[in-house]
């Protein structure tokens, strides 16, 4: 089965909706504690293609796929700035000056610099976070909360955590479903937002839209009572004995790739803590 999210409209292909959802929680578990440990650029670049590979196994809608390509260069982009504006390393190549200097006096203001080094340490640290983003996106799309939730209560986490966090998992698209809703019924009421340039243009449009917010979130909290309540009279316990139906059986193949992120992990973090 695969993971139905009507605002990406998404399938996974049946390879990918059939891999035991326990490896594909160590896989992003994996991803992440390399991506802490390597330090090296080609390093880091190859563990962000391995992290996107899986992807071509979604089936996705071309506002999707621009979706997931607009998060990826705006994480890229933003971290890239960020460091090379604030980078306090040594040496520094100044690219462009963003704002220049000025004496007051008694006092300078150094001004704002686009630095080489940072934009470079940037670089590297946003394939960190894209890698990551991307390997926990696919596991996502390509799982039922259903299976993602046997998954984790087989690699004992307790069943309260898995049922909430599954349930967190399943309110996003809905919220986002719901804030399309939103948005819709406004423009046919005549609403049209205006991005006017200066501070309270600005301003005006920010309000504007986090008014939007507040039907979806009473919505969401009128759903969270109502899974409350039917969990509650169904007699849910986190700490009863359960069962899951299909139960997960591992091939294989599944075994022997699991074994060697395993390895891989446990390698590479030796040659971390060993080596200088």
Known sequence: MSASLSWTESTSRDWLAEVDPRLKIAWVAALSLLSVLIDSTAALAM??????????????????????????LTMAWSTLASQAIFYTGE????????VPSIDFGIWQFPGVRFYLEGAQYGLVQSLRFMGLSLAGLTVCLSTSPERLLVGLVRLRVPMGVSFMAMTAMRFLPTMLDEWATVRRARRLRGYRPRRRFGPAGWYQFSRDELQLLLPILAAA????????????????????ERTFYPELRMRLAEGLVLGLLVAASVLVSLAKLLLP
């Open 47 to 72: 563990l962000f293609a391995l992290a996107a590979l899986p992807l071509a196994g979604l089936r996705l809608g071309w506002r999707a796929w621009l979706a997931i390509g607009g998060v990826v």
């Open 91 to 98: 040496p520094r190549t100044a690219l462009f000056t963003i």
């Open 221 to 240: 909290v009128r759903r969270a009572t109502a899974l409350a309540t039917a969990a509650s009279s169904r007699g849910f316990s986190p700490t009863a």
